[in-house]
């Protein structure tokens, strides 16, 4: 029975794919439009990437400066203080949800600068704990695709030799982009 119902509606995997598919698309859109770039706009992305997360996160960290402002400077009964606190508590929700909203919007150019990153160092020697290492690696759509499920918050499963490494670049980069850790 379970197998006729995934015929006709199709299994989680399939509609995971079917939604990530448009998202892997843009990213090679717009790899193949940094084509043009230079090397010093490719890395200018991270900066821009940066600006955009600051000014949509500014208003959050005025306003939590204010706060912890008032906490330092006067004398504040218990209620105050914990009302306070509250509303930092508060505010610091909102600005993670605003740095994911943005990370969301920006993850097909984020991407996209990881795998052309990625273009433009193959054929390069790397010492890689004494030894020396070629980069011949581009990340295919399925790596990028992986790299989609990664930085929603889910677990990528891959065979071995299918590349798991380099499917965590592109999250590791795009959530490194707020400078708030990784993990």
């Known amino acids: 029975m379970l197998k006729f119902i995934e015929k006709i509606f199709g299994s989680k995997h399939d509609k995971d794919v079917k939604r990530m598919l448009p998202i892997?698309?843009?990213i090679n859109e717009i790899y193949t439009e940094y084509d043009k770039?230079?090397?010093?706009e490719i890395r200018g992305k991270t900066a821009e990437f940066r600006a955009l997360l600051a000014e949509r996160t500014k208003e959050f960290?005025?306003?939590i400066n204010n706060l912890r402002d008032q906490l330092k400077?006067?004398?504040l009964s218990g209620e105050e203080i914990s009302d306070i606190y509250d509303q930092i508590s508060a505010?610091?929700?909102d600005e993670y949800a605003a740095i994911q909203e943005t990370?969301?919007?920006i993850l097909p150019q984020a991407f996209a600068t990881v795998k052309q990153v990625c273009k433009r160092i193959t054929g390069l020697k790397y010492s890689i704990v004494g030894r020396d290492a070629l980069w011949?690696?581009?990340p295919y759509d399925v790596q990028m695709m992986g790299g989609i499920v990664i930085h929603e918050g889910k677990i990528a499963?891959?065979?071995t030799g299918e590349g798991k490494t380099l499917v965590a670049v592109a999250p590791m980069y795009l959530n490194a982009l707020p400078q708030r850790g990784v993990h």
């Open 157 to 159: 499963e891959m065979a």
């Open 136 to 138: 011949e690696m581009i």
């Open 37 to 40: 770039l230079s090397d010093d």
């Open 24 to 26: 892997v698309d843009d």
């Open 103 to 105: 990370l969301d919007e």
């Open 91 to 93: 505010l610091q929700n």
């Open 61 to 63: 960290e005025d306003e």
């Open 73 to 75: 400077n006067g004398e």
